[in-house]
């Protein structure tokens, strides 16, 4: 299984960021409908999952380095 992030989507296709920082290209119909920018990605195959507990803590800790980084 590798794990990655939607990086972005182009026309059809997800450009989804790997672990080993490379990016993959899948067809987003293949992607889960609710698939967004930043979602953390489970791939088995063919096989897409959205490992919504990741996504949640990689999204808090973004929002956490940003707040430090526009402190007044």
């Given at each position: ?15 989804i960021e790997v672990e080993d ?34 996504t949640v803590k990689r999204r ?13």
């Open positions: 299984m590798i794990r990655g992030i939607i990086d972005r989507f182009e026309s059809d296709l997800a450009i920082g490379h990016t993959l290209d899948y067809p987003k119909h293949l992607l889960p409908s609710n698939a967004a920018v930043g979602d953390v990605i489970k791939i088995d195959g063919n096989h897409f999952t959205i490992d919504k507990e990741e808090k800790e973004i929002e956490g380095l940003m707040n430090e980084l526009f402190e007044d």
